[in-house]
């Protein structure tokens, strides 16, 4: 992070065509022998010899920094139905593609797509085609996806877990064990927590305790007010990194800021309405808290480009 806040975001602009090329690249190369992993029955890891990397991470920051770069450069077309939301969308039909029907990881396409359509908002295009064409596209995509589970069999843990998040008792000692060991853990935490390291519910009752779960972890030895203090200092994030975003020189810039700020807030929102059972349950880790090498160093790198873009704001 220290190290990419000192390099000119600016610099970034002139590889968006790359970053796109590469991120699609690592996406795909799950699949070739001996460098893709397959981790729990899914294969989303390459390996590098010494360790494990999660290439949609990376593709995360490489399609933000694209989108930046192509919105920045085609504002004049946003107005336009074709040219400026199903052409721009056009781009997300490759990553996602292989997302969905390669690595099995809806949660990173939900991510991205949200992010994508924030930065598609903010530079120009127009609410009603989200509003309307969107909508509908999302919701022929989620009915196609329900079919696709039904008739295949690919993808019917996901509807067990809409089911489990409309009622988890029905079902407590397999799909929905999860959900409510979180929300005991959340629940014996009451206002100020059981201590810090005393939480019960870590040992063998919540599985992914130190990962996508790490929030009911919290709740329960920090209890009610440290996650008040959680929630409030991501919301002080998501504000300063629209501050930057709003008084960076370029559009470019400004583009990046609201990118890499989306990445941050939607994943922070979208973990915490996971583990207090407000959405159904998805594999999404929550910022700067949960395990994991290839998250924490890109949101790292992420918040790097975000500080460099402040500075050069800041410069007279």
């Avoid at 063998?204 to 009911?216: G, K, Q, S, T």
Wanted: aromatic share 12%.
């Amino acid at each position: 992070m220290l190290i990419i806040s000192k390099i000119d975001y600016r610099i970034y602009k002139k590889l968006y065509k790359v970053a796109y090329i590469l991120s699609i690249i690592f996406l795909a190369l799950v699949v070739v022998p001996k460098i893709g992993v397959e981790v729990k029955g899914a294969k989303r890891w390459i390996n590098l010899g010494f360790g494990r990397f999660q290439p949609s991470e990376l593709a995360k920051i490489g399609l933000i920094v694209f989108y930046a770069s192509y919105l920045a450069d085609h504002r004049t077309e946003l107005n336009s139905f074709l040219l400026g939301f199903v052409k721009p969308l056009i781009y997300l039909v490759p990553p996602i593609a292989i997302l969905f029907f390669i690595q099995d990881h809806l949660s990173a396409s939900i991510i991205i797509i949200a992010i994508v359509s924030i930065m598609m908002v903010m530079a120009g295009s127009k609410t009603k085609y989200f509003l309307t064409a969107g909508v509908a596209g999302g919701s022929a995509l989620i009915f196609g996806m329900l079919m696709l589970a039904q008739i295949t069999g690919k993808g019917d843990f996901r509807l067990a877990r809409v089911t489990t998040f409309l009622d988890p008792w029905a079902d407590a000692t397999d799909t929905g064990w999860q959900v409510i060991q979180g929300l005991y853990a959340i629940g014996s935490g009451g206002l100020f927590g059981v201590g810090l390291g005393n939480s019960k519910q870590k040992y063998l009752y919540i599985p992914e305790p130190h990962n996508d779960f790490i929030f009911a972890v919290l709740a329960e030895e920090l209890g009610f007010i440290g996650c008040l203090a959680v929630i409030v200092l991501f919301a002080i994030f998501v504000w300063r990194g629209i501050i930057i975003s709003m008084k960076a020189k370029d559009c470019f810039g400004s583009l990046l800021a609201v990118g890499i700020t989306s990445l941050i807030g939607l994943q922070a929102i979208m973990n915490i309405a996971v583990v207090t059972s407000s959405m159904p349950a998805t594999g999404i880790s929550l910022p700067f808290f949960s395990y994991g090498g290839t998250a924490l160093v890109i949101l790292l790198c992420s918040c790097g480009i975000l500080l460099n873009i402040s500075r050069s704001s800041s410069k007279v």
